[in-house]
């Protein structure tokens, strides 16, 4: 099946990423050159304004209502069968795209999550790996399937299940949600590895906050009676 447009957005959020944005453009293109290219944008910069140029759809979410808001947004919006999240700061890589939207289009998968933790990444602090580690141990006992990495950013989504998942969008930590709740639900989810590289910009996560955004989420989907 060739991928474009009617099956394929790569869709990505993005605040102030105006020196890494066109780079990803054109890594996207490279690899996928008739997908759909979706960007949500908070940006005070010129990051819509470049993507625009190169071609991307862009919906401009301004003032910044957060990441979960931005990710919903890209997510509900995606004009393909399959959508692939990426960040928009160079730290995933572009040609797995293929891989993961045929492994949903082609295999009957709902969820291929690109997981950045066969090993600790080079470009990850050790204390982000300790407490994804630990996280992802803690997500597999409760929910007796082994998973390696609640909060990729580069994950393939059958547009399908999107449609029909209830989650809740508002709050930081929605990438575990993203994972768990398919996962509860009983979609069929497949884990592969990914190369995670070193960020073009300053990140913004802060490590405690996180980590309690992270459990919080991990039980409430656990215990819900969805």
Request: hydrophobic residues 45%; charged residues 25%; aromatic residues 8%.
């Amino acid at each position: 099946m060739k991928l474009n447009t009617d099956n394929l957005t790569v869709a990505m959020i993005s605040m102030n990423e105006e020196k890494a944005v066109a780079g990803m453009i054109r890594d996207i293109r490279k690899i996928v050159p008739e997908a759909e290219i979706l960007l949500v944008d908070s940006s005070k910069d010129r990051t819509a304004e470049v993507a625009a140029e190169l071609g991307a759809r862009v919906i401009k979410q301004f003032p910044p209502k957060g990441y979960g808001p931005a990710m919903d947004m890209a997510l509900r919006s995606a004009a393909g069968k399959v959508v692939v999240t990426m960040d928009c700061d160079n730290t995933y890589p572009a040609e797995k795209i293929p891989e993961l939207a045929r492994t949903v289009l082609d295999d009957g998968y709902d969820l291929v999550d690109g997981s950045r933790l066969k090993a600790k990444p080079a470009a990850m602090p050790w204390i982000n790996y300790l407490g994804n580690f630990a996280f992802a141990l803690l997500a597999s006992a409760l929910f007796a399937t082994r998973v390696t990495d609640l909060h990729s950013g580069m994950r393939a989504y059958r547009k399908s299940m999107i449609d029909q998942l209830r989650y809740d969008a508002c709050g930081p930590a929605l990438p575990v949600e993203l994972l768990l709740r398919p996962l509860k639900s009983g979609y069929r989810i497949k884990f592969t590895h990914i190369e995670y590289r070193h960020r073009i910009g300053q990140s913004t996560m802060r490590p405690v906050e996180s980590a309690w955004w992270t459990l919080k989420r991990i039980l409430s989907v656990r215990v819900s009676s969805q």
